[in-house]
């Protein structure tokens, strides 16, 4: 059973800084797999932000390119996002997502929320 844990999200004033949290339970890292970052904000889609893979590549979106930074740490079984610069329209529910890629039937570069099984619940960024 896979069990994402996302903190770090607050309000901050546009121009500011956050650092968001995912620690991951229950997933085995044996296979190909990648994580992201998601945001979704009131009236629109969920969105991808950022994802890194089992390879280390990465890849963002383009509103938040040179802004955020996705990492993981391994042994802390921990997924980070900094997020610097920010801007109003970062405002969202900021979610992490974790699975695998059997047999490279898929890409972590700019991945669909449909590749995801595993979710966390979100925490919230609000930007004024």
């Known amino acids: 059973h896979v069990q994402l844990v996302e903190s770090g999200g607050g309000s901050v004033q546009a121009g500011g800084s956050l650092n968001l949290s995912c620690v991951a339970s229950?997933?085995?890292?044996?296979?190909?797999?990648?994580m992201g970052w998601f945001r979704q904000a009131p009236g629109r889609e969920r969105e991808a932000v950022a994802a890194?893979?089992?390879?280390?590549?990465?890849s963002y979106a383009d509103s938040v390119k040179g802004r955020f930074t996705i990492s993981y740490d391994d042994a802390k079984n921990t997924l980070y996002l900094q997020m610097s610069r920010l801007k109003v329209e970062d405002t969202a529910m900021y979610y992490c997502?974790?699975?695998?890629?059997?047999?490279?039937?898929?890409?972590?570069?700019?991945?669909?929320?449909?590749?995801?099984?595993?979710w966390g619940r979100g925490t919230q960024v609000t930007v004024s």
């Open positions: 229950g997933f085995t890292y044996d296979n190909s797999y990648c």
């Open positions: 997502a974790i699975d695998y890629i059997y047999g490279g039937m898929w890409s972590c570069f700019k991945p669909q929320l449909n590749e995801f099984t595993n």
């Open positions: 890194i893979d089992n390879d280390n590549s990465l």
